[in-house]
């Protein structure tokens, strides 16, 4: 690697494919995330991405208290570093609700927060929530219809879990359009004992322009109406402690909005990667995670095979434009299976079975899941490793 940020000491003993963090870089990026939001209170970063207590570690030695994740696993693994303010940005359905209750008896130190958009599943993690609350109302004892779910009526809510409303804003990928039904179902969380109304999350992962001022309209586009929205929801006379919006592509626009109620929620900048590189021209981050693969064969003139497989770098970018090789940009990816990767190259010749490459994965955040550890470099040397904690889907709840 020419790269000077990357160079390593000795790699001699490192196995490959493996994953490996340049820790230096991801503080980097991490006070460049920072910086934009303007101060850590405004941050709610996602760890899927990494999946890692020590990025958490990281993150809350800067100032970074509250935190989003997608799994339960992940939940317990940001519970299990020290947070105490975790948003599980997701709607627990099926044996997951009980999973909710028992990781708040394992965690009761925890604030926790979910998504919803149903009522339904809403109402039975309430149910749940409610049977195990001190407070008991007598109400519960009969949950009925879908129109009668157990309620407060006094706003007394004891230990309860917020539920932020999910807001379709034009992924269409899950939550609910702004609107009347919205605003009812926001209504509804409000009556039902065991759970708080939250605020709002406001997921734009369909805004990937690449011109940042077309970004920057769409953004300001959802935000309107999702502003509108929360000042309908006041009206009411309901809580809206939050707006949790973004990704690495729209967080510094939403940055930029002055208003209170907004958690910013990157993922992938902690570690960014080349996909993200290419597409975000405007975002100043650095690649801190990248694949060390070796040369296993020579099997044509033309051809380079490597030990990096779709079971070591993620597969869900297009075959082909999976991982780039700096030391060899004009190198054709023709064939890939789980533990081989093939490159056509009229460069071949340079190459010998045992050499190293370097690769920069396209898309890092389902890279990180197929390691099971990672190397950690500072300083030019290998200074341990990292479990990927939360690749598993249960921890112990
Ligand atoms: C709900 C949610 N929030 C935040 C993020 C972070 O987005 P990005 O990876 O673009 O930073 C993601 C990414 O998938 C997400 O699904």
Same mark, same amino acid.
């Given at each position: 690697?020419?790269?000077?940020?990357?160079?390593?000491?000795?790699?001699?003993?490192?196995?490959? *494919?493996?994953?490996?963090?340049?820790?230096?870089?991801?503080?980097?990026?991490?006070?460049?995330?920072?910086?934009?939001?303007?101060?850590?209170?405004? &941050?709610?970063?996602?760890?899927?991405?990494?999946?890692?207590?020590?990025?958490?570690?990281?993150?809350?030695?800067?100032?970074?208290?509250?935190?989003?994740?997608?799994?339960?696993?992940e939940a317990e693994m940001l519970a299990q570093a020290g947070v105490r303010d975790i948003f599980w940005a997701y709607n627990?359905?099926?044996?997951?609700? @009980?999973? /909710? /209750?028992?990781?708040?008896?394992?965690?009761?130190?925890?604030?926790?927060?979910?998504?919803?958009?149903?009522?339904?599943?809403?109402?039975?993690?309430?149910?749940?929530?409610?049977?195990?609350?001190?407070?008991?109302?007598?109400?519960?004892?009969?949950?009925?219809?879908?129109?009668?779910?157990?309620?407060?009526?006094?706003?007394?809510?004891?230990?309860?879990?917020?539920?932020?409303?999910?807001?379709?804003?034009?992924?269409?990928?899950?939550?609910?359009? $702004?609107?009347?039904?919205?605003?009812?179902?926001?209504?509804?969380?409000?009556?039902?004992?065991?759970?708080?109304?939250?605020?709002?999350?406001?997921?734009?992962?369909?805004?990937?322009?690449?011109?940042?001022?077309?970004?920057?309209?769409?953004?300001?586009?959802?935000?309107?109406?999702?502003?509108?929205?929360?000042?309908?929801?006041?009206?009411?006379?309901?809580?809206?402690?939050?707006?949790?919006?973004?990704?690495?592509?729209?967080?510094?626009?939403?940055?930029?909005?002055?208003?209170?109620?907004?958690?910013?929620?990157?993922?992938?900048?902690?570690?960014?990667?080349?996909?993200?590189? /290419?597409?975000?021209?405007?975002?100043?981050?650095?690649?801190?995670?990248?694949?060390?693969?070796? $040369?296993?064969?020579?099997?044509?003139?033309?051809?380079?095979?490597?030990?990096?497989?779709?079971?070591?770098?993620?597969?869900?970018?297009?075959?082909?434009?999976? /991982?780039?090789? *700096?030391?060899?940009?004009?190198?054709?990816?023709?064939?890939?299976?789980?533990?081989? &990767?093939?490159?056509?190259?009229?460069?071949?010749? @340079?190459?010998?079975?045992?050499?190293?490459?370097?690769?920069?994965?396209?898309?890092?955040?389902?890279?990180?899941?197929?390691?099971?550890?990672?190397?950690?470099?500072?300083?030019?040397?290998?200074?341990?490793?990292?479990?990927?904690?939360? @690749?598993?889907?249960?921890?112990?709840?």
């Amino acid at each position: 690697m020419t790269d000077e940020r990357y160079a390593i000491a000795d790699t001699s003993q490192m196995l490959s *494919p493996s994953l490996v963090i340049f820790r230096d870089l991801v503080e980097s990026n991490l006070a460049e995330m920072v910086r934009i939001a303007g101060s850590p209170a405004r &941050l709610r970063p996602h760890c899927k991405t990494h999946k890692m207590r020590e990025v958490i570690e990281l993150e809350l030695a800067r100032g970074i208290t509250r935190h989003k994740c997608a799994t339960i696993a992940e939940a317990e693994m940001l519970a299990q570093a020290g947070v105490r303010d975790i948003f599980w940005a997701y709607n627990p359905v099926g044996p997951n609700i @009980r999973r /909710v /209750v028992r990781f708040l008896e394992k965690y009761p130190q925890v604030k926790l927060a979910v998504t919803g958009d149903d009522a339904r599943p809403i109402a039975m993690l309430a149910e749940e929530l409610a049977a195990v609350q001190p407070v008991v109302d007598d109400r519960l004892a009969a949950p009925s219809t879908e129109r009668d779910w157990p309620v407060v009526d006094d706003g007394a809510k004891h230990g309860s879990v917020e539920v932020l409303l999910d807001i379709d804003c034009g992924q269409h990928r899950t939550g609910r359009p $702004v609107g009347p039904a919205a605003r009812l179902l926001y209504q509804q969380i409000a009556r039902m004992k065991g759970v708080t109304p939250g605020g709002l999350h406001l997921y734009d992962g369909h805004n990937h322009q690449k011109d940042v001022s077309e970004r920057r309209a769409a953004v300001h586009a959802i935000w309107q109406s999702a502003a509108k929205f929360r000042d309908e929801l006041l009206a009411d006379g309901l809580p809206v402690p939050r707006i949790v919006a973004g990704g690495t592509a729209s967080f510094p626009i939403f940055a930029a909005i002055d208003d209170p109620a907004i958690e910013l929620s990157p993922g992938t900048i902690v570690f960014h990667d080349w996909g993200y590189g /290419v597409s975000f021209p405007d975002l100043n981050f650095s690649v801190a995670a990248l694949v060390f693969t070796r $040369v296993i064969s020579r099997p044509a003139d033309d051809r380079v095979t490597l030990d990096l497989g779709y079971k070591a770098v993620a597969s869900d970018p297009p075959a082909g434009s999976r /991982v780039l090789f *700096p030391a060899l940009p004009g190198a054709e990816a023709v064939l890939q299976n789980e533990e081989h &990767l093939v490159l056509k190259t009229p460069e071949a010749s @340079r190459f010998q079975p045992g050499d190293e490459l370097w690769g920069m994965p396209r898309h890092i955040c389902p890279t990180s899941a197929l390691h099971k550890e990672v190397y950690v470099v500072s300083g030019g040397r290998l200074i341990g490793t990292w479990a990927v904690a939360s @690749r598993d889907r249960v921890l112990t709840v």
